[in-house]
Nanobody
Framework: QVQLVESGGGLVQAGGSLRLSCAAS????????MGWYRQAPGKQRELVAV???????NYADSVKGRFTIARDNAKNTVSLQMNSLKPEDTAVYYC??????????????WGQGTQVAVSS
């Protein structure tokens, strides 16, 4: 059973910072991409940032220059450092991992979500 457990959400004022963390646990062969998505009330879930096993990353235009994704392959963790937060960053943030359960059996997993609220 694979689990993604997130931590680090909360309430912060505009201009502040938060750091989200996600740890993958359970039995799996390897992890490909790990990423963060978010879903604001009444909106679709959207990609925030993704990083592959080699460390290459991509960001949504709305967070470029403010958010930084990082990964520790040895610990199967991914983090999202969020700086200069804006009220429009308010959302539930979800960790995502694309992995092989066993070789050639690929699955996609989601964490339970962590709330980020930015006050103006």
């Amino acid at each position: 059973q694979v689990q993604l457990v997130e931590s680090g959400g909360g309430l912060v004022q505009a201009g502040g910072s938060l750091r989200l963390s996600c740890a993958a646990s359970g039995s799996f062969f390897r992890i490909y991409d790990m990423g963060w998505y978010r879903q604001a009330p009444g909106k679709q879930r959207e990609l925030v940032a993704v990083i592959n096993s080699d460390g290459s990353s991509n960001y949504a235009d709305s967070v470029k220059g403010r958010f930084t994704i990082a990964r520790d392959n040895a610990k199967n963790t991914v983090s999202l450092q969020m700086n200069s937060l804006k009220p429009e960053d308010t959302a539930v943030y979800y960790c995502n991992a694309d992995l092989d359960l066993i070789q050639f059996i690929r699955r996609n997993y989601w964490g339970q979500g962590t709330q980020v609220a930015v006050s103006s």
